[in-house]
């Protein structure tokens, strides 16, 4: 049984807020700092050892207005194809560094009810798993599959593959369901994204920090609370 290794971050942040007239999601205001950083501080505080970002819209404005101290920011210039086009840069970024992390959890930037908490459920999931390197974990929301997803390193360049326009990782997930282990987070987070001015309301401030409450269920860090068991399609 392999459980140990290190979990990256990797953080989806390059959209451009077509249907948001334009706006980027990264620099979207949250708490009065731009909702990137507290994407990061989620998969940060969830357990992710190092975070990578996939930067796109705006990019240079990103990096100047938002604090990513500490994080590999990557490049997407085809950001406009989609979140395929960012899960593989992200991917290959991931698998170019000099020692490559056993597995990612990817988050979106656009979910800011998703709590530190969720991603330590899925990490934990990871780790309990016969071999995380080839792990494949989703936070599942009564049900139905959301993020944060892991996948062990083994399976990120079928992931890539797969990954097209605004599919992301779907079609990888829906191949594979039967080796999908899938965590119950809809008693501490809720995974509204953000896509259209009707939807701004996701960014009212909730309680606590990253791990903090969300708009379904209580508050606590990634260590509070009893998660659900790990049930296996």
């Known amino acids: 049984m392999n459980s140990h290794g290190e979990v990256a971050g990797l953080l989806l942040a390059a959209g451009g807020g077509r249907r948001l007239g334009g706006r980027p999601k990264a620099l979207l205001a949250y708490r009065g700092r731009p909702l990137v950083e507290h994407a990061v501080a989620v998969l940060r505080e969830g357990g992710c050892d190092q975070v990578h970002v996939v930067l796109g819209a705006a990019a240079d404005e990103v990096r100047a207005r938002a604090d990513l101290a500490g994080c590999v920011l990557v ?100 191949e594979h369901i039967e080796q999908t282990v899938l965590v119950e987070c809809a008693d501490i987070g809720d995974p509204a994204d953000i896509d259209t001015p009707d939807d701004l309301h996701v960014l009212d401030q909730q309680e606590g920090g990253p791990e903090g ?6 508050g606590g860090g990634p260590e509070s609370g009893a998660a659900p068991r790990a049930t296996k399609r």
């Open 75 to 174: 490049d997407n210039p085809h950001w406009a194809d989609g979140m395929g086009s960012s899960l593989r840069a992200g991917l290959a970024s991931l698998a170019a560094v000099p020692v490559v992390p056993t597995a990612a959890v990817i988050g979106l930037v656009d979910q800011p009810r998703v709590p530190a908490a969720a991603v330590a459920r899925v990490i934990a999931a990871g780790r309990a798993a016969d071999d995380l390197p080839s792990a494949l974990v989703s936070a599942v929301y009564e049900g139905q599959r959301g993020h944060p997803v892991l996948f062990g390193a083994s399976r990120w360049a079928g992931v890539a593959c797969s990954a097209g326009g605004d599919r992301g990782a779907r079609t990888y997930l829906r």
């Open 213 to 218: 409450g969300s708009g379904r269920g209580a």
